[in-house]
T-cell receptor, first 116, second 110 residues
């Protein structure tokens, strides 16, 4: 069964540095998402992406964040200048159609981001 | 406000006992409700969605619009059911994003 893959599994970065988290969604999927989960807290929506543009973003997704689908297969999340509070597990998800009635979102294993 | 509430952080039962993981939601439109499960060191996986009304691994969940609830139930818990369970909501006007509850850790003891 096809899977969403995320790399790296763990990223350690100094505060203020840029970080790029990578995701390869399932190949025929059209909608892509990033979520994050701070330790001990709920999974939170960050951004959704369709047709090469952001379709929705949350309050968390400020100017420090950006997403890109540079080559038709990868889907990246960039944090320009990391802060301590960016430490979290970041999940990528993809789905074939936006209306979820028949198509669930498929999640990757996540990238654990640790900011020092 | 759009919100999903799972009141229990941890639910501990013995093998063979019935299980009910509670989920309440707040949403102004017509929501779609889901249960996701995360087994130890594995990814989030879809367990159930309300529109399919199916039973997966013995689990069922019924959407109660009057009580705005979507509780997950299983009559006889198994040790392999031990995992984190997340209730999630999506609405047709939300671009497909999922709003998650805090999660409930289910621990099934032998």
């Amino acid at each position: 069964e096809p899977e969403v893959t995320q790399t790296p599994s763990h990223q350690v970065t100094q505060m203020g540095q840029e970080v790029i988290l990578r995701c390869v969604p399932i190949s025929n999927h059209l909608y892509f998402y990033w979520y994050r989960q701070i330790l001990g807290q709920k999974v939170e929506f960050l951004v959704s992406f369709y047709n090469n543009e952001i379709s929705e973003k949350s309050e968390i997704f400020d100017d420090q964040f950006s997403v890109e689908r540079p080559d038709g297969s990868n889907f990246t999340l960039k944090i320009r200048s990391t802060k301590l509070e960016d430490s979290a597990m970041y999940f990528c998800a993809s789905t074939l159609v936006r209306v979820l009635g028949n198509q669930p979102q498929h999640f990757g294993d996540g990238t654990r981001l640790s900011i020092l | 406000a759009q919100r999903v509430t799972q009141p229990e952080k941890l639910l501990s039962v013995f093998k063979g006992a019935p299980v009910e993981l509670k989920c309440n939601y707040s949403y102004s439109g017509s929501p779609e409700l889901f249960w996701y499960v995360q087994y130890s060191r594995q990814r989030l996986q879809l367990l159930l969605r309300h529109i399919s009304r199916e039973s997966i691994k013995g689990f069922t969940a019924d959407l109660n619009k009057g009580e705005t609830s979507f509780h997950l139930k299983k009559p006889f818990a198994q040790e392999e059911d031990s995992a984190m369970y997340y209730c999630a909501l999506s609405g047709r006007d939300q671009g497909g994003k999922l709003i998650f509850g805090q999660g409930t850790e289910l621990s099934v003891k032998p």
